[in-house]
T-cell receptor
Framework: GAGVSQSPSNKVTEKGKDVELRCDPISGHTALYWYRQSLGQGLEFLIYFQGNSAPDKSGLPSDRFSAERTGGSVSTLTIQRTQQEDSAVYLC??????????????FGPGTRLTVT | GQNIDQPTEMTATEGAIVQINCTYQTSGFNGLFWYQQHAGEAPTFLSYNVLDGLEEKGRFSSFLSRSKGYSYLLLKELQMKDSASYLCAVKERRGSTLGRLYFGRGTQLTVWP
């Protein structure tokens, strides 16, 4: 079956430009997560959507970062006025959620963002 | 946030057994996950523990002690393809929500022939 997909796979942008990264989760998965990973580093949590609840935005590093999830499915992560330190791989993951049960997250292939 | 500690690097030889430890602190534990990540690829799920004890899955086993805030991933009969980063992640329960996953920095395992 189809897994988590992300687009674009690679994005090179100039400092100061805005970028949009897209994530298509696995159909039926109510939870969606965004992470970023710099070279040789662990996963840095950015934002978490769970059904119709207010998203957990506690990981967004600055107000230049925002994310939406439309119709409980596709999500877009937007970075405004990109900086060189934003260069990283941005990973999206989705999972099933049932109260009282934790399910594993399935990760997409990531978007490699390079800010020049 | 959570304090999740795991060794940065480990090395082992083919056919050997290696144990990767993970310690954590959380106010609302809701499960612990191990993921494997090969260089340049996305993490893939290995195991999940929510109750104390050992979960065995083929060559991989994972152990959890909630009272000690401790888990380990045990890899047996190591193969070259097991060279990867192994990520420990803790799920937190917050109020009525299921909570998010907190990842450690990962342990880079190198398997030598």
């Amino acid at each position: 079956g189809a897994g988590v997909s992300q687009s674009p796979s690679n994005k090179v942008t100039e400092k100061g430009k805005d970028v949009e990264l897209r994530c298509d989760p696995i159909s039926g998965h109510t939870a969606l997560y965004w992470y970023r990973q710099s070279l040789g580093q662990g996963l840095e949590f950015l934002i978490y959507f769970q059904g119709n609840s207010a998203p957990d935005k506690s990981g967004l590093p600055s107000d230049r970062f925002s994310a939406e999830r439309t119709g409980g499915s596709v999500s877009t992560l937007t970075i405004q006025r990109t900086q060189q330190e934003d260069s990283a791989v941005y990973l999206c993951a989705s999972s099933l959620t049932v109260v009282g049960i934790s399910y594993e997250q399935y990760f997409g292939p990531g978007t490699r963002l390079t800010v020049t | 946030g959570q304090n999740i500690d795991q060794p940065t690097e480990m090395t082992a030889t083919e056919g050997a057994i290696v144990q990767i430890n993970c310690t954590y602190q959380t106010s609302g534990f809701n499960g612990l996950f191990w993921y494997q990540q090969h260089a340049g690829e996305a993490p893939t799920f290995l195991s999940y523990n929510v109750l104390d004890g050992l979960e065995e899955k083929g060559r991989f086993s994972s152990f959890l002690s909630r009272s000690k805030g401790y888990s380990y991933l045990l890899l047996k009969e190591l193969q070259m393809k097991d060279s990867a980063s192994y990520l420990c992640a803790v799920k937190e329960r917050r109020g009525s929500t299921l909570g998010r996953l907190y990842f450690g920095r990962g342990t880079q395992l190198t398997v030598w022939p």
